[in-house]
Structures are given as C-alpha cells and as structure tokens.
C-alpha cells in the first residue's frame, strides 16, 4: 500500500505494523511453507483441498488447512503481503476475536465452494485435484475493506487510482467471469476466490455475525489521499 498526501514530498507503504493476528497468520504460513520444502508431497497430500479425499477418505480438516500452504514463494508473498495490507485496517477496527472469525469464515467457505463446485458437471477433474493458498480468505478480506473503507483510493496496477469499492466490483467480476472459463488446466483456483467473496459479504450483510465496529473515538472523515498499490 503507498500512501500520499497532498503537499508532501514522500510515500509511505503499508498500514502500519503487523496486529496480533495478522501476524501470527504470516507466522504460521512461513512455518509451514518451511516444512513443505522438506515435505512438499506428503503436506499436499495431507492438508491440501482434495475434494475426492475430504468426501471419501474423511479428511474433513482440509478445508481448513490448506489455507496454510503454498506453492512457491512468489505465492505465499503475494498472499501474505495481501493480508497485511488489508487485514491490519480490519483487525484494528474489529478487533482480533472478531477478525480470526471473519478469516476463518471466508478461508473456509472459499474452499467449501471449490469443493461444491467440483461436484457439478462442469467441475473437470477438480475433484481431485488439491487446491492450496490462502487466496480465498485475502478475497475475502478485500471485499470487507472496500465495504468499511469504500472512498479510499487504491492504485490499481501501480497506475490506475480507483476507490475501494470499484476495486472490490472490478475484482468481483473478474473472478466471477475466470471461474465460468475455469478448465482443467487452470492452475489458480478462482472459484475459491469467488467463494472467498462471496462468503464475506454474506458474513457481513447478516446482522447477527456482523463484526462489531470498534469506535474509540469520534470518526475521523474519509481521507481520499490514500492510496493502496495491488498488483
């Protein structure tokens, strides 16, 4: 994320130091990325989404684990940079309890709708094979900041200024229309983060699981300067 205000001459990027939670997310992500370079087969085979295996073998705690792993290191940094910058806003505002439910929610039911999926006609042969990452719960995540913080300014490819809430609807739709072209030989899961999506707006838009707003203070108006680089 860089941020900018009119009048000064620097850019500062990211929100701020990690929160308790977003921390220990990062934390547990690089252990287990350490032990999958030692045991990369054996952890997939265990805590990867595989649907066939959730279904038939019992192994019903995948659709939470595969959260934690990763293909490479270009994927664990893209996801983890992804939950530190939009995770710290929520975490402060929410409040660490309320933040860890809402990850959990959307990183598991993005990985119950690819699981559903699978079981449609039109699955391919994704019921049996493993998907990873925690791109479902950072979709997620990205959908709550654009409906808390929707007037705030994000660089899109680094060039393009766009409010939050654009973004999330741009995003939306583009894994909205790659999940419909989804084949077989797709290596990125994007009914997982349409189901990410998904998932969190409905958490958010149900009154009794809505987050409670943590309000120390008098609101502070929109800051339209700020803006968030995605790439």
């Known amino acids: 994320m860089s941020q900018f205000a009119p009048g000064q001459s620097h850019v500062s990027f990211g929100p701020g130091p990690m929160t308790p939670a977003v921390q220990a997310i990062v934390i547990a992500n690089i252990v287990v990325f350490v032990v999958m370079m030692v045991a990369r087969t054996l952890v997939i085979d265990l805590f990867g989404l595989t649907p066939e295996a959730v279904l038939t073998q019992g192994r019903v705690w995948q659709p939470v684990t595969y959260l934690f792993l990763h293909a490479d290191v270009f994927h664990i940094l893209f996801n983890m940079l992804s939950v530190w910058m939009f995770g710290v806003d929520l975490e402060r505002r929410w409040g ?40 479902g719960a950072v979709y997620g ?91």
Do not use: E
Request: charged share 10%; proline share 10%.
């Open 96 to 135: 660490t309890q309320s933040f860890v439910r809402y990850y959990a929610v959307t990183g598991v039911g993005a990985g119950i709708c690819s699981l559903l999926v699978s079981l449609l006609p039109f699955g391919g042969d994704s019921y049996y094979i493993p998907t990873i990452g925690a791109s």
């Open 141 to 231: 995540l990205l959908m709550a900041w654009g409906i808390i913080f929707p007037h705030r300014t994000i660089l899109f490819l680094g060039i393009f200024p766009l409010t939050a809430r654009v973004f999330v609807l741009i995003m939306g739709a583009i894994a909205f229309t790659q999940a419909l072209g989804q084949g077989g030989g797709s290596t990125v899961s994007h009914v997982a983060h349409l189901g990410g999506m998904v998932a969190g707006y409905w958490y958010l838009k149900t009154p009794v699981r809505r987050p409670p707003q943590k309000r120390p203070g008098p609101p502070k108006p929109p800051n339209p300067a700020q803006l968030r680089r995605v790439h």
